[in-house]
């Protein structure tokens, strides 16, 4: 197939790449490097160096000998967004290219409003390219798992048969996400729902949960390949923090009592559920939702596995949670269509922790200390400064 990977430089998106490109489909990446300017914007960086997206491409075509086409731009540009769909002629898009960070939308006004009409908007013109340009062409969203929120009933796969005064109808399952970035997800969601209802579009909407882990089978071939991998307090996440934490011998920062439970996914899963979802795509008009994350685990026992897992001693501290959100809850999500499609999970595991140490042991002299403090309070409509450099 003719996969475009929208977003291709980043963290899921590149490995994704290059897994479809090895997997024998024709790829192209369209990505306007925001990601790298937030790392200049906060004073941070990834873990790992990363190289260029023009070195990757090189560096991939001389180990596996295929071609992936590149697309530097903004998706806020329409007419770049069309003259690249118009080109490539893709048989599905794979749309990564937004804001991800829910800290980095609640620093402030600005921010919120950045990641809002960036995602919004991007996604606007990217629905209108497809229904102008060609209608079968298979839209694969990445929304999130924090899109529901913790709802005090079990989450189903983005509907809910719903019985009210005697009648039934199917309904979109109602959200309460917890930061202006997981309601730029919701907002696109609708509008994408919405597209499926009017032109017939043709979108699988990905759920996905928490990813961790930093390497797949192709970035592992060689270290020009490798993706980023982020540890600060803005764009860190949950598991990939606690690793750092571990091996730095600082104690593992939890927010709040750490009874919250979060679904989380492996990165070697990420891009498989990607292939199975491209490989088999949704019909005309069919808004297919999958939730993308196989386990889920509170805190404080992602936490206990980190440190049940790590050699030496490792410590937890109970700190203030800067956000806010609901400590005791009930969680159960129903995760059954992508296995249903072939998905065989990984599961959070020892081995899986292991080689995290290690990729984080050869680079711990980057970790930058300061940069793992969090610096953003949902309390505040303002939490400026947050860059160190
Ligand atoms: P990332 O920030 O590393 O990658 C996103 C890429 O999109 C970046 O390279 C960025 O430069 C590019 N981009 C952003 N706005 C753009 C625009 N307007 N035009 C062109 N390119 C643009 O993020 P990631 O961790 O790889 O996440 C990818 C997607 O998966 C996001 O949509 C995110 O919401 C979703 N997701 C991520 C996780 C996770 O744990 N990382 C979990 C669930 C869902
Ligand atoms: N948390 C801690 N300690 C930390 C960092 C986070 O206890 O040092 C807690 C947070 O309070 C939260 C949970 O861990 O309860 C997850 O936080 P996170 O930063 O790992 O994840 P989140 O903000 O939800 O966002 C990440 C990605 C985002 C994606 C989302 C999936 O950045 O792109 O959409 O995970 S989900 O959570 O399912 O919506």
């Given amino acids: 197939m003719r996969i475009l990977v929208l977003g291709g430089d980043g963290y899921l998106g590149w490995p994704t790449a290059m897994y479809l490109s090895g997997q024998g489909h024709d790829v192209g990446v369209l990505d306007n490097a925001a990601r790298r300017q937030y790392d200049h914007e906060l004073g941070t960086g990834s873990l790992v160096p990363i190289e260029t997206l023009q070195n990757r491409v090189q560096a991939w075509r001389e180990i596996s000998g295929k071609t992936i086409a590149i697309y530097p731009g903004d998706l806020l540009d329409a007419e770049f967004a069309y003259a690249t769909i118009r080109g490539f002629e893709p048989e599905a898009i ?15 006004r600005k921010h919120a409003v950045y990641t809002q009409t960036n995602n919004v908007i991007g996604t606007l013109n990217v629905m209108f390219a497809i229904g102008e340009i060609n209608r079968d062409i298979h839209l694969v969203k990445l929304g999130t798992m924090g899109e529901y929120g913790t709802p005090n009933i079990d989450i189903e796969e983005g509907w809910l048969e719903v019985t009210h005064k005697g009648r039934t109808d199917r309904m979109l399952f109602p959200k309460r996400p917890g930061s202006f970035y997981h309601l730029s997800k919701v907002h696109d969601s609708h509008n994408l729902e919405f597209g499926c209802r009017i032109w017939g579009l043709r979108v699988t909407d990905l759920n996905q949960g928490i990813v961790y882990g930093q390497e ?3 970035t592992a071939l060689d270290e020009r390949l490798v993706t980023r991998f982020d540890y600060d307090a803005v764009f860190g996440t ?39 979802a491209c490989e ?110």
């Avoid at 730095?248 to 990607?274: F, K």
């Avoid at 050869?362 to 953003?376: F, T």
Wanted: hydrophobic share 40%; charged share 20%.
């Fill in 94 to 108: 794979v749309h990564f290219a937004e804001q991800r960070a829910a800290p980095y939308s609640m620093i402030d």
């Fill in 216 to 218: 797949t089978t192709e």
């Fill in 238 to 276: 949950v598991l990939n923090r606690f690793a750092i934490q571990a091996v730095l011998g600082l104690p593992m920062s939890v927010y709040g009592g750490g009874t919250q439970t979060r679904a989380v996914i492996d990165i070697r899963d990420t891009v498989e559920c990607i292939r199975l």
């Fill in 280 to 389: 088999t795509p949704a019909g005309a008009g069919e808004f297919r939702v999958f939730n993308q994350a196989t386990e889920s685990f509170s805190l404080a026992e992602m936490a206990k596995i980190v440190a049940n897992t790590f050699p030496g001693q490792v410590d937890v501290d109970f700190i203030d949670n800067p956000r806010v959100e609901v400590e005791n809850h009930h969680y159960s999500f129903v995760h059954t269509a992508l296995e249903g499609l072939g998905l065989k999970p990984h599961l959070l595991s020892d081995t899986l922790l292991t080689s995290l140490f290690g990729i984080i042991e050869k680079h711990q002299e980057r970790v930058d200390p300061a940069a793992l403090q969090p610096s953003i309070n949902w309390r505040q409509t303002s939490n400026l400064p947050v860059t160190r450099s």
